[in-house]
């Protein structure tokens, strides 16, 4: 067993207990753990004398003293639980001794069964013989509960188990209600037959009294059924619930920890690589959380609410806050990382559920909170970070119904995943020191997934299978009063943060700064019936999948105002959403029995898709720029946003997809989301003598696709009306501002402010052998963007060099057409619309931009406009494609006139506005295609686009600026509605049109 005493750049492999145990020795012997010295190298300072990690804190006796039944055991122990007359019994499995009993009562009664705090570390069985529970029908009677409950302690390390058996070979016929509640796994194979309410419950909570107040807040819950027979002539209810609980007072930096109790590879990589060398700082305030959820039923299990319902629930949630209020060091580290993974398994030839009720399961991931802070306790040193806040976490949920599996409703059937967590990530060096970064890291990963596969079959009076993620995520840094500059050695977490997310602008990478906040969201949300078959009768049929973000990431080195020693206020801010994915999408061979089939992406109003009610998903980067000592040449503050995703509801390539009563089918597609990218100085610029202070650059990248279509060599049959629907709303504001006030020396560096906005919007029926639909086909795409990108200098020195630049380019897409011929018993349109409209504003500052250079090696600029923009162009895509953009040469080769007067280009300029706005709207039945319809046939396209560039450089003055102002504004708009090439139309009428 290897002793881990640095944060590992390596993915441990190690376990929970194994870290555990290593802690429990290192405390019981710590002379055989202390450090070893280096075989070389420079000598390292003096390490602090090691605080207690922590401690294993014994349960309180009060479970053991409240118990009706108790047992103390030091090793394994099997029990199983008898009925005898109007006793329960506990007893040794294999001798039959008797560990304790209790004599029920007529009417509801509850029978409490704890283990002593001795044996947490134990694994042990309670069998409850469910064969002779009939005993007591008479002692409690119909209509009344009999509650087993177990507590098993601690059951991080090993788990007990509690598990329903016919020990005497018996049907498990039970009179009453009966209910089975553990803080361990649940499993079964037996025969339960119950007359009433049926309930299993598998719930435990972990945090406020675990060991190391915080560490390895784990809950691991579950229920396993193979080949389990439960009957309920009432409801049938299964419950898997893990609560995680770490209070400020849990994680508040008393009790330190390093990564080597975290066993997700993936996990510890996105740590290492944003906290960098932390080999002497051992005050980190640590919370982990690896919580599980699982209701597994399979191996052909048969369960049976007769006149009732059945319901399921995985869950994991809770709250958790980590803090440094009592952390040793003045640096100061709060790290959290964790996850939460509720699954519900439905699977296996065999298995069945049948209601007379409805049947409800879900997977659901629900913090209320989760909130992270590290703040500065008295570090003077600018070479250090001030306070490092850093959060991993995995928040996903799984529902899978597969393998043959039936569910058999006569009311309604609802199969959901769903996640929530609000994270709140903050790195605050502003207050309780003088010296140091502030550097706040969230990342947030997960899938939320609800999928039909395999040959399931769902039956109900309605089906819904649905999923659903909602994050909201703010993280916030806040640099010292001094900033901070390069450390000496090994990389602050603040300089491996930098690197590590490729801070850079198009003069160079960002190295150093007084604040930096860094957000990741990734993960996919997605509902899906692939191979299988769903019946509900003349009701309705939800695939849904409906995604909400609401991110904000701020860097803010306002505090910083040092100008006469190191100190550095650069801000970064950055944000990056890859790969947030959201698909709802039927595939394979599927059949579907329905009044109405909707497949979609995006959020319900009464029951209906509805644009309009999808909640706006928002990405803020926020930096704000502080007062430096010193020229900082790359940035001053720097926030960008990189937003990839997809938004799409679809019949799969290749699927056939069979449907019976003639519904009316809707794929629906809708997206809304807005960005904010922001870098400014503080209160408008820095003042002071020879004062640097480096440029502000903003940048806003999005890539996102919303399309409603059904996929190449795709069969849909049995369709009454069918309707594709993809609505995508986007709004993009840029922002850069520099200022400063010097009387001697530079003042300014350049402003950017680069918008890229690449978005489609599609509705497309592929290609195939001939699609036909009983009624109406109607395709409608919509794409609304609105792009504003503004750059502003204000600068008042004697010397004010760069320019202020403001870059946007756009390119918008929606199109509606078939790529197969159609026949329709009613209309069939193609509607497609676009509505861009952008907007660059450049302004120069007072001094205007640097005189051009004629002599390339003495330093000044010799930079034409073209080659600025160029730059600039270049930069933002290479960013975007370093995150995951898929499209950024669209970005990097957007084409532009030149700037140029009548005395040729233009070399040197004070504010530069350039907007590419490239916006197309087509609808079309193309080429060769047959549509053949009842009534009219369409082909209609609207495009509504305008982009203009503004550049002003009125405000300078003379000096040694140059006041030129440059706009440059290119518009293609693409505007077609059109029927193509030896196409044959046979309909009530034919509208094309163009406006």
Request: overall charge negative; hydrophobic content about 35%.
């Amino acid at each position: 067993m290897g002793i881990h005493w640095r944060w590992n750049k390596e993915a441990s492999k190690r376990s929970p207990f194994e870290s555990l145990l290593d802690k429990v020795v290192r405390e019981l012997f710590p002379e055989r753990y202390k450090r070893k010295p280096r075989r070389g190298g420079a000598s390292r300072p003096v390490a602090q004398p090691r605080r207690q990690t922590f401690t294993l804190e014994a349960m309180e006796p009060r479970l053991l003293l409240s118990a009706d039944i108790s047992y103390s055991s030091l090793s394994v122990h099997d029990f199983t639980l008898k009925a005898v007359g109007n006793t329960l019994t506990l007893v040794d499995t294999a001798t039959n001794a008797s560990e304790g009993s209790k004599a029920l009562g007529s009417g509801d009664n509850t029978v409490s069964i704890a283990r002593s705090p001795t044996g947490d570390f134990i694994q042990d069985i309670i069998r409850i013989d469910v064969d002779m529970l009939s005993t007591l029908d008479g002692t409690i009677g119909a209509g009344h509960t009999l509650t087993i409950s177990f507590d098993g302690g601690d059951q991080r390390f090993n788990g007990d188990t509690v598990t329903l058996e016919n020990r005497e070979a018996g049907s498990g016929y039970v009179g009453y209600n009966l209910a089975v509640t553990t803080n361990s796994h649940i499993t079964s194979s037996a025969s339960v037959n119950v007359t009433g309410d049926l309930t299993l419950e598998s719930k435990d909570t972990a945090g406020n009294a675990d060991a190391g107040a915080g560490l390895l807040a784990n809950a691991d819950t579950g229920i396993t059924l193979s080949g389990a027979t439960l009957t309920a002539s009432h409801n049938l209810t299964l419950t898997s619930d893990s609560t995680v609980t770490v209070s400020p007072t849990d994680g508040d930096g008393s009790h330190t920890g390093d990564t080597s109790s975290i066993s997700d590879a993936s996990i510890v990589g996105f740590i290492n690589s944003n906290l960098g060398n932390l080999t002497n700082e051992t005050g980190v305030s640590l919370v982990t959380s690896f919580s599980h959820a699982t209701i597994d039923i399979g191996g052909g299990s048969q369960l049976s609410a007769t006149s009732g319902d059945i319901k399921i629930l995985s869950s994991v949630d809770g709250s958790i806050e980590t803090n440094t209020a009592n952390a040793s060091r003045a640096v100061t580290i709060a790290v959290t990382a964790g996850k939460a993974d509720p699954n519900v398994t439905i699977h296996g030839l065999g298995t069945l559920l049948t209601a007379g009720g409805k049947i409800d399961a879900t997977a659901t991931t629900n913090f209320t909170k989760f909130d992270v802070a590290a703040t500065s306790k008295g570090n003077s040193d600018t070479k250090l970070d001030g306070a490092v806040a850093v959060s991993v976490f995995n928040a996903g949920a799984t529902l899978d119904v597969s393998d043959s599996a039936k569910l058999n409703a006569t009311g309604a059937t609802t199969l959901t995943a769903s996640s929530t967590l609000p994270m709140t990530v903050k790195g605050d060096a502003s207050t309780g020191g003088t010296a140091g970064a502030g550097v706040a890291v969230a990342v947030v990963l997960g899938d939320t997934t609800a999928s039909v596969t395999g040959g399931a079959e769902i039956d109900g009076s309605a089906v819904t299978l649905a999923s659903s993620s909602s994050r909201t995520i703010t993280t916030t840094a806040d640099a010292s009063g001094q900033g901070s500059d390069s450390s000496i050695g090994d990389k602050n977490a603040s300089e491996t943060a930098l690197s590590n997310n490729k801070a850079a602008t198009s003069d160079g990478s960002i190295n150093i700064a007084g604040a930096v906040a860094v957000t990741v969201d990734n993960g996919k949300t997605s509902a899906s019936l692939v191979g299988s078959t769903i019946n509900a009768g003349g009701g309705g049929v939800m695939i849904l999948a409906t995604p909400v973000d609401v991110v904000t990431t701020a860097a803010d080195a306002s505090f910083t105002n040092n100008t006469t020693s190191t100190g550095v206020g650069v801000a970064v801010a950055i944000n990056i959403a890859d790969e947030r994915d959201n698909t709802a999408f039927v595939g394979g061979s599927s059949s579907i029995t329905a009044g109405s089939l909707t497949v979609a992406v995006g959020a319900l109003n009464n029951g209906v898709p509805d644009p309009g009610s999808l909640a706006q998903s928002s990405f803020n980067a926020i930096a704000v720029a502080g007062v430096s000592s010193k020229d900082n040449g790359v940035a001053g503050a720097f926030a960008i946003n990189v937003i990839i995703g997809e938004n799409e509801a679809y019949v799969d390539n290749a699927a056939s997809v069979t449907l019976t009563g003639s519904p009316n089918v809707l794929i629906e597609a809708d997206a809304n989301i807005k960005e904010f990218a922001k870098a400014v100085p503080v209160d408008g610029g820095a003042t002071g003598g020879k004062l640097g202070v480096g440029a502000s650059v903003a940048v806003d990248y999005s890539e996102d696709t919303t399309a409603a279509y059904i996929g190449d060599n795709a069969t849909l049959t049995g369709a009454k009306n069918l309707s594709l629907n993809a609505t995508s709303a986007h709004g993009m504001t840029t922002f850069a501002q520099n200022g400063a006030t010097a009387s001697s020396g530079t003042g300014l560096t350049p402003v950017v402010a680069i918008s890229a906005a690449n978005n489609d919007a599609y509705t497309t029926i592929g290609i195939g052998t001939g699609l036909m639909v009983g009624g109406d086909l109607k395709a409608s795409s919509t794409l609304t963007d609105t792009v504003s990108t503004t750059a502003s200098g204000n600068t008042d020195a004697n010397t004010g060099i760069g320019v202020s630049l403001a870059l946007s380019i756009v390119n918008d897409d929606s199109t509606s057409t078939t790529k197969q011929w159609l026949t329709t018993g009613g209309v069939a349109s193609f509607v497609s619309s676009a509505f861009s409209g952008s907007e660059s504003t450049a302004k120069a500052s007072v001094k205007g931009g640097q005189k051009k250079s004629e002599n390339p090696g003495d330093g000044g600029d010799t930079t034409s406009a073209d080659d600025k923009k160029n730059a600039q162009q270049g930069f933002a895509a290479g960013a975007a494609k370093n995150d995951g953009a898929k499209k950024s040469d669209s970005t990097k080769n957007a084409s532009s006139p030149s700037a140029t007067s009548g005395d040729g280009g233009v070399s040197v300029a004070g504010a530069i506005a350039i907007n590419l706005e490239n916006a197309s709207s087509v609808a079309s039945i193309p080429d060769g295609i047959h549509v053949t319809a009842t009534n009219m046939v369409a082909a209609k396209s609207s495009n509504n686009s305008d982009g203009h560039a503004v550049a002003d450089a009125s405000a300078s003055s003379g000096g040694t600026g140059v006041g030129v102002a440059v706009a440059v504004n290119r518009n293609e708009i693409t505007n077609q509605g059109f029927i193509g090439n030896n196409t044959v139309i046979t309909g009530g009428g034919l509208d094309v049109e163009r406006p």
